[in-house]
T-cell receptor, first 109, second 114 residues
Framework: GQNIDQPTEMTATEGAIVQINCTYQ??????LFWYQQHAGEAPTFLSY??LDGLEEKGRFSSFLSRSKGYSYLLLKELQMKDSASYLC??????????WGAGTKLIIKP | IAGITQAPTSQILAAGRRMTLRCTQD?????MYWYRQDLGLGLRLIHY???????GKGEVPDGYSVSRANTDDFPLTLASAVPSQTSVYFC?????????????FGEGSRLTVL
């Protein structure tokens, strides 16, 4: 079966750095995606990795290792507004997105 | 630019009633999707459409139907609602090809079936 695993909840301090991990087992691979979802709102696209390595976009970076079936989202200089759920999704061989259950990130002052 | 518009934003209905959730996009995206999101389960795909005139079943299609008469509209119908269909429903769209994984979501429709 297809499976995406990520921690249910994480807590971090404002101004710090946090790494949210995602491991996957899917039928084929056509890219890994990270989305942010604030409580009561719709998910919004953050990043996309299709090749191994680090993609940096401002305070957010995403890393991919296809051989290990592993990705992480790195958030630097955390702000209170970063409190949200972060969803990991993998596009399989049928070009369908397989979603993880999401990681709820709580930022404390 | 509105992006994706869903209606209604919230609805309570009795079990056994028919309900249609509306979804309209103005981005001329080929692909559209309906997801449900339940606590602890993440997003689950109900139905999708890769282009106008075609639809496909996702992970949890039972009890739901869709149509795609044109590029912009993708309504989701519950023929006879049951309490297990209580959920938040998100409509989404994406371009084709390499951008297919960048989904644009509507604001969601919170449905409660009693």
């Amino acid at each position: 079966g297809q499976n995406i695993d990520q921690p249910t909840e994480m807590t971090a301090t404002e101004g710090a750095i946090v790494q949210i991990n995602c491991t996957y087992q899917t039928s084929g691979f056509n890219g890994l995606f990270w989305y942010q979802q604030h409580a009561g709102e719709a998910p919004t696209f953050l990043s996309y990795n299709v090749l191994d390595g680090l993609e940096e976009k401002g305070r957010f970076s995403s890393f991919l290792s296809r051989s290990k079936g592993y990705s992480y989202l790195l958030l630097k200089e955390l702000q209170m507004k970063d409190s949200a759920s972060y969803l990991c999704a993998v596009m399989d061989s049928n070009y369908q997105l397989i979603w993880g259950a999401g990681t709820k990130l709580i930022i404390k002052p | 630019i509105a992006g994706i518009t869903q209606a209604p934003t919230s609805q309570i209905l009795a079990a056994g009633r028919r309900m249609t959730l509306r979804c309209t996009q103005d981005m001329r995206h080929n692909a559209m999707y309906w997801y449900r999101q339940d606590l602890g389960l993440g997003l689950r795909l109900i139905h999708y459409s890769n282009t106008a005139g075609t639809t496909g079943k996702g992970e949890v299609p039972d009890g739901y139907s869709v149509s795609r008469a044109n590029t912009d509209d993708f309504p989701l119908t519950l023929a006879s609602a049951v309490p297990s269909q209580t959920s938040v429903y998100f409509c989404a769209s994406s371009a084709s090809g390499l951008d297919a994984g960048e989904l644009f979501f509507g604001e969601g429709s919170r449905l409660t079936v009693l």
